[in-house]
């Protein structure tokens, strides 16, 4: 018989699929915000925030809900070079492929563009763009400035506060859209969801929120650190449960257990 943990564990494997969403007051309020922003006359958005905070499921999600309405791109992945996003990027304005050895002129592309203006609002929804150097987003800047192009873009927050985000688009991107990691009242309810959704009751009433506020420690509320500390702790309890079910607390899980968990994703150290 498959162990209940078994199931709970895998939960909390790292997706960005939106049936994986987990509605949450912050996420639902950035949700929005990007909605709103998109219908305004903005050249470029950026969506802003630490790894694990949702950037990417935002992204994915508001493609879902928009392509229908609005002729929208998403770039899930960063292009290995230049050549190749504008290749992606041809095909997206287009609707047509080049061959692989064609080369793209730049000042073409941008009069393409232009003639676009007021016929066509195409939006390209750019990932992990932390990815592509100065001299990219540069052009993505004047491609932007066409205003037939709309650019929302995806960018870590790192320690230094990337240089695309506070220096060299600060006078072109028009709005910010910051996330941020999860309160400890967000973090419980985005675990009890992504637990009821798989109808698994009885483990997430075993999480108590005592217990919660020592997982929320060791993650500072990241969404990507949070699942990959519920995979391990799950992990455990599922070895437990098929070894030796005498040592499983099922009615709650247990501080030795998230500690263990913890020392094995090195959260705390012996």
């Avoid at 305004?40 to 879902?64: E, V, W």
């Avoid at 791109?73 to 990027?89: D, G, R």
């Avoid at 991107?173 to 992504?194: C, F, G, M, P, R």
């Avoid at 992990?235 to 099922?250: A, F, G, L």
């Amino acid at each position: 018989m498959k162990s209940r943990y078994e199931v709970a564990k895998n939960v909390f494997i790292d997706s960005i699929d939106v049936d994986d969403y987990i509605d949450l007051s912050t996420s639902v309020s950035a949700f929005k915000q990007l909605e709103h922003s998109i219908e305004k006359p903005l050249k470029m958005i950026l969506l802003f925030g630490k790894p694990g905070t949702g950037k990417s499921i935002l992204l994915n999600r508001i493609a879902l809900k928009l392509q229908d309405e609005k002729e929208i791109h998403y770039f899930e992945t960063p292009s290995i070079n230049e050549k190749e996003f504008f290749h992606k990027l041809f095909k997206a304005l287009t609707k047509e492929d080049l061959p692989a050895n064609t080369d793209i002129n730049f000042s073409s592309l941008v009069n393409y563009c232009k003639g676009l203006r007021g016929q066509r609002e195409i939006i390209i929804l750019l990932d992990e763009a932390q990815m592509y150097g100065p001299e990219m987003m540069e052009k993505i800047r004047l491609l932007s400035d066409t205003r037939s192009v709309k650019f929302i873009v995806s960018l870590h927050k790192t320690e230094d506060e990337d240089l695309i985000a506070k220096e060299h688009f600060q006078s072109r991107i028009w709005e910010v859209i910051e996330l941020k990691n999860a309160t400890l009242e967000d973090q419980i309810s985005y675990v009890h969801k992504k637990l009821l959704k798989k109808n698994l009751f009885e483990v997430a009433n075993s999480i108590k929120e005592k217990e919660m506020k020592l997982i929320h420690s060791f993650t500072n509320g990241n969404f990507r650190e949070c699942n990959k500390l519920f995979f391990t702790i799950f992990e455990i309890c599922e070895y437990y449960d098929t070894h030796e079910p005498s040592k499983v607390q099922y009615e709650r899980v247990s501080k030795k257990i998230i500690e263990m968990a913890a020392l094995k994703l090195g959260y705390i150290h012996v």
